[in-house]
């Protein structure tokens, strides 16, 4: 239960690595592992969101788009 699955519904833009923005390797309405306790939850109506940063994402399992 610690390994959970989501599908991601927002994304930056990326990060900045010696001035120079990295784009993101995943993108909106990617179905994405990981691990529940390297990101923050937040429950909206009776809904949870998790927030993290790309490098807690453990891997990609599927792209709906």
């Not at 939850?41 to 994402?57: N, P």
């Given at each position: 239960d610690r390994i959970m699955r989501g599908k991601l519904v927002a994304a930056g833009p990326g990060r900045k690595v010696d001035g120079v923005i990295q784009e993101m390797n995943v993108k909106v309405g990617?179905?994405?592992?990981?691990?529940?306790?390297?990101?923050?939850?937040?429950d909206i109506d009776?809904?949870?969101i998790f927030?993290?940063?790309?490098?807690?994402m453990?891997?990609?399992?599927?792209d709906e788009q």
């Amino acid at each position: 239960d610690r390994i959970m699955r989501g599908k991601l519904v927002a994304a930056g833009p990326g990060r900045k690595v010696d001035g120079v923005i990295q784009e993101m390797n995943v993108k909106v309405g990617d179905i994405v592992m990981f691990d529940k306790f390297t990101v923050a939850k937040v429950d909206i109506d009776d809904e949870s969101i998790f927030i993290g940063q790309e490098s807690d994402m453990l891997m990609v399992v599927s792209d709906e788009q």
